[in-house]
């Protein structure tokens, strides 16, 4: 029944409570590689469609290189719940895990492509996006097909706590991404509220692909509720990360541009800091600049600027911090094994790609 | 055990075969009374969120006085099939039909939210719909919460078959609508491809609709495909009536507005009967106005008059017509009642709100 010679769970890494490894998520790849490519393969085989433009567009974001961040975290739940340990030769073991973290990765997908679209106001000022290639109205229906086709590979897996999981996660999703409208250019946000944000539009679906993880082992809900918690913190370190990252100049290296947020008057934990922490010039200066979009070409590197003077990114990278450390804590409920470190190094990863 | 004295289905109505009912959507909607307010009761309820816009956003489409075409065909194939005879106090009654037709109006709305993003080229030639009040990215992501909602009421059901039809449709419909986007503009697109675009953007909705009504009913297999059937073919009717309608010029008295398909291009029957029976200059005349575009203000009153001179309207609801007897005939495998006078009347008003 030894099932470490055939499943690639027995290349341990270093304990990760103390320092970050350098490439955590490299690391969680090749101790999943197998179901990783599985994975793969199952994206690129249930993304296909008799109309050609679909598998052509969905291609072009799916195949881009991603990191698969969150199909990793449903594989490695699942390992980490002990998910398929039974063995047996490759072509009888349960690939649940594999199916359902594309289901995640689609999902995720859906919501890239409906996050290109840009209103009129945007397309103005010269902001199209990925979808520039494509249009606006084929991202979106692109999107609706992979996310229909999300779950329908749900159904065949037949469960319908995972249904329940992922329908909830897909409109909290929706809700975080309207509220994320609504707040923006609204400088009165308050920061409960920015977490809402990003609680709904990021966090969830980490949730989610944690859980499912849990639900293919038919584990104990304390496991389940601690992958849950995992998942959430994870998640908004993940995104107090992007945010910080969007207003941090030496970004070139990461493949991000700088100052999409601050162009389109996002309302992210930096710029709260920022504004609350300025004087009544520079709060005129965030008021028009991101409160109503009138800026010029240098008021970007001003923003970056005021916020390396009040400690914006610094304040935002140790909440991110602060939440990484939580969902390392969430995990006690496992035992110590090399997937558990993988996974405690993907938290620290998390934060210290900001470094 | 009668049932007659509690529910709304004794009134009875005129048998169809012959003359369409005037309004047949109205009668059927007076016998399924009850069931149709539980079910915009469900509508209200469910698409409420602590976000305001989505419920807001929702309501301008879901409350704007829809027909509730598809929650009735839901709701009267599940009459059609004895749901919920065995009757009881009205608390104690079942309900899943109520809840599923709510489902089967949420998914209908995301896709019109959806369908209403438009790309810059039209946004250019001033062609800014519905969206135009709150904006393409709220379209997109309101859709996307009411498709998430849906998904998550199905799972309350807890019927994995009903999950399979609805998830099944909603791939179909995006296939659709994306192959609709390929073909636009192109007047060498085939009969038989325009027929797979309206099979994919209305009818697998239609289709869907009609089955989970059977499926809730515990029905046997053949009453399930007779109803899919029904849907099917009532479907394309109802399609191409729509796309007829588009070129007919009385339309003020449907709220309807004349010539949308013209102006973005879409390629519909109309347009291809009158692109092929059309002379040479005539045909110059569809690929310069649908197939590159280029449209001066005279052009639609042409378009329309080049059509009554092929016959090109008439023709395309001749084919309708023979679509919506397909669909009466394929209720032949249920008893003559009522009800399903009321549904074969309602393949007979598809075709005549054209007239």
Redesign the interface.
């Known amino acids: 029944m030894g099932v470490a010679a055939t499943l690639p769970l027995a290349k341990p890494i270093p304990a990760s409570d103390a320092a970050p490894v350098p490439d955590a998520l490299s690391a969680l790849a090749d101790m999943l590689r197998d179901d990783l490519e599985a994975a793969n393969r199952a994206i690129v085989a249930r993304m296909d469609?008799?109309?050609?433009?679909?598998p052509q567009l969905a291609a072009h974001i799916v195949a881009a290189g991603g990191k698969r961040l969150r199909p990793l975290l449903t594989l490695g739940a699942a390992r980490l719940c002990g998910y398929g340990q039974s063995g047996g030769p490759a072509a009888t073991r349960p690939l649940r895990h594999v199916n359902l973290a594309a289901c995640v990765e689609f999902i995720h997908t859906?919501?890239l492509l409906?996050d290109d679209?840009?209103?009129?106001?945007l397309?103005r000022r010269g902001l199209?996006s990925a979808n520039a290639i494509f249009?606006?109205?084929?991202s979106?229906?692109?999107g609706?097909?992979l996310?229909?086709?999300a779950?329908?590979m749900?159904?065949e897996d037949?469960s319908?706590r995972v249904?329940?999981i992922l329908?909830?996660a897909?409109?909290t999703?929706?809700?975080g991404?309207?509220?994320q409208?609504?707040i923006q250019n609204d400088l009165g946000t308050g920061e409960a509220q920015y977490l809402d944000v990003i609680k709904g539009k990021t966090a969830a679906l980490f949730v989610a692909a944690c859980q499912v993880g849990a639900v293919v082992a038919d584990r104990p809900e304390a496991e389940e509720r601690g992958l849950a918690e995992y998942g959430m913190n994870l998640g908004i370190a993940f995104q107090l990360v992007d945010d910080a990252l969007d207003y941090a100049a030496d970004q070139a290296t990461l493949g991000k541009t700088v100052g999409d947020d601050f162009r389109e008057g996002k309302i992210t934990l930096p710029v709260l800091h920022a504004f609350h922490a300025g004087d009544a010039e520079e709060q005129a200066f965030w008021r028009r600049t991101v409160g109503t979009l009138d800026q010029a070409d240098a008021d970007l590197g001003l923003a970056m600027r005021l916020m390396e003077r009040h400690g914006a990114i610094a304040a935002t990278l140790a909440r991110a911090a602060d939440f990484a450390a939580a969902a390392k804590r969430a995990l006690a409920v496992f035992p110590a094994t090399p997937m558990r470190a993988a996974m405690l190094a993907v938290a620290d990863y998390t934060v210290s790609r900001a470094r």
């Open positions: 469609s008799p109309v050609a433009l679909i859906a919501t409906h679209v840009v209103d009129e106001s397309l199209a249009g606006n109205k084929a979106v229906l692109v609706d097909f996310f229909a086709r779950f329908q749900m159904v037949g319908l249904l329940e329908s909830h897909a409109a999703i929706a809700e991404e309207v509220l409208l609504v």
